[in-house]
């Protein structure tokens, strides 16, 4: 099936859980429930067992610690990058990540949108800034690649301005790496049945509504102009010393183990458990050749 009709085929499959949602805003029906899991071409079946998790999760903790204390004795700078789509639980796995780390020496950087003082400087400055230092892991939760994803889509900047961004960017993260710098790029997709279900219970929790945005209300309407703007970001930003990630995060069980299995994997700490580490799970952990090839999440 080609990209086009299978995305045409998931978009008549959701017109009636859109109308749901909009004329139901207490529940959504159980079809929506079952074909969430599997949306976006999801390979697995079922969740996660929550046992397996605890487990696998607990293990790769305990490795995040050994990997920041050799970052810390040899003087390491590592920089994590968290993009993807709306709803993809970048925050979920962050929390994870840093869960049982330093806050002294693993920093998370979350800016908000620039000041007119930042608008009038060079695009990556602010991000510059934020890098990390000897001995420290940054994590950034969105990063310049705002520029590639939610600024195009929402008419936040111009299209000369992106064309700008997907040319500098490779360049710039090229002098991060030649600096020294270990940079990683983890980008987290969902299905488009998947991302309105957690849009829905964002909406119905008290607890989870400080999570929606104005942009977050959009993303639904928006699905297609933001599968053109990753295709084209991930194309134009993959590269051999910089490559990205691509982890298909549907089970935020298993998206949380992935994320954290990735950065451990390209870090030459000393005492690895080598088998729980390289345990990563290819079906949902691609090459962004290899997902631009098989046609994104439809």
């Known amino acids: 099936m080609t990209k086009k009709a299978a995305g045409k085929k998931e978009e008549d499959g959701l017109k009636q859980v859109i109308a749901t949602f909009q004329l139901d805003a207490e529940q959504l029906p159980q079809v929506i429930d079952e074909a969430a899991f599997g949306s976006g071409d999801y390979p697995h079946k079922e969740k996660l067992k929550s046992k397996i998790y605890?487990?696998?999760?607990?293990?790769?903790?305990?490795?995040?610690?050994?990997?920041?204390?050799?970052?810390?004795?040899?003087?390491?700078r590592v920089a994590v990058i968290f993009e993807g789509r709306d709803t993809a639980g970048k925050g979920g796995a962050i929390h994870r990540f840093t869960q049982h780390l330093s806050p002294r020496d693993v920093r998370i950087v979350a800016l908000q949108k620039p000041t007119p003082t930042e608008q009038g400087q060079w695009y990556f400055q602010r991000y510059a800034s934020q890098l990390p230092t000897r001995g420290e892991?940054?994590?950034?939760?969105?990063?310049?690649?705002?520029?590639?994803?939610?600024?195009?889509v929402m008419g936040f900047c111009t299209p000369e301005q992106t064309d700008?961004?997907?040319?500098?960017?490779?360049?710039?993260?090229?002098?991060?790496?030649?600096?020294?710098?270990?940079?990683?790029?983890?980008?987290l997709t969902i299905g488009q049945a998947m991302q309105l279900k957690r849009l829905h219970a964002r909406h119905a929790d008290p607890l989870k509504q400080w999570k929606l945005s104005p942009i977050d209300h959009q993303a639904v309407n928006k699905w297609e102009a933001y599968s053109s703007a990753y295709d084209r970001m991930l194309a134009?930003?993959?590269?051999?010393?910089?490559?990205?990630?691509?982890?298909?995060?549907?089970?935020?069980?298993?998206?949380?183990?992935?994320?954290?299995?990735?950065?451990?994997?390209?870090?030459?700490?000393p005492d690895k458990d080598e088998k729980l580490v390289g345990g990563q799970d290819h079906k949902i952990v691609l090459t962004a050749e290899r997902f631009l090839a098989k046609g994104r999440e439809v």
């Open 54 to 76: 605890q487990r696998d999760l607990l293990a790769l903790q305990i490795e995040l610690l050994k990997a920041l204390n050799w970052v810390q004795a040899q003087g390491e």
């Open 137 to 152: 892991i940054t994590i950034f939760d969105r990063s310049w690649y705002n520029r590639g994803g939610v600024e195009p």
């Open 164 to 187: 700008q961004f997907l040319h500098e960017a490779p360049q710039f993260e090229a002098m991060l790496v030649r600096d020294g710098i270990r940079l990683f790029k983890l980008f």
């Open 236 to 269: 134009a930003t993959d590269t051999v010393d910089t490559p990205w990630t691509i982890v298909k995060a549907n089970d935020k069980h298993r998206t949380r183990l992935a994320t954290i299995r990735s950065v451990l994997a390209g870090l030459p700490y």
